[in-house]
């Protein structure tokens, strides 16, 4: 009873746990307090990972700030966290411990540090203009629309090779994990 209540508290559910969730007949709780009750049963499992697709995707930014400062805090818990998201805002971004990006094929083109990716991606040649959120921005490199300075012919393919030489070269933290 303690860890459903530590988990209603921590999800900010607690006035709505004794509500109906609903149904396509008959009207519960609101789409985001859904996701968050559907986030909350699998953490009553109280499993060692927990895996997540696309845990935002249709929600306001709030409720999406809320799920992820929930699971933040698990994380700091020692639980792993392991989720997709599309089109996060940058401070969802910016808050996450480590980002994976994947190109073409599901290729890793960089993995590490969400703030450390725009270092990665400028020594490549790609500049995020200023104030632009650089989570739509790496994706918009990896999907082909950002040009390449001083490299017009620039295949968005190369982008895994760069990493594997990367990787290969560097002391990044990714290295002792493999490239692939």
Do not use: C
């Not at 559910?13 to 509500?19: A, L, V």
């Amino acid at each position: 009873d303690q860890y459903v209540d530590r988990v209603l508290e921590m999800l900010q559910m607690g006035h709505i746990q004794h509500s109906i969730v609903g149904s396509v007949e008959k009207r519960g709780i609101s789409g985001g307090q859904k996701k968050r009750v559907n986030i909350g049963l699998e953490l009553v499992a109280d499993p060692d990972v927990l895996f997540l697709d696309e845990p935002t995707s249709g929600l306001d930014s709030t409720s999406s700030e809320i799920i992820l400062a929930a699971l933040k805090e698990l994380s700091r818990l020692g639980r792993t966290i392991i989720m997709v998201i599309h089109q996060p805002r940058y401070s969802i971004f910016a808050s996450m411990d480590n980002v994976i990006f994947l190109g073409a094929g599901g290729k890793t083109v960089y993995s590490g540090s969400p703030i450390d990716a725009t270092d990665y991606f400028e020594m490549l040649g790609f500049y995020a203009p200023e104030g632009v959120n650089y989570a739509d921005y790496f994706m918009d490199v990896i999907g082909g629309t950002i040009a390449r300075a001083n490299y017009p012919e620039f295949d968005t393919n190369e982008l895994f090779k760069l990493w594997k030489e990367y990787v290969k070269y560097s002391k990044h933290p990714y290295f002792s994990m493999g490239a692939d």
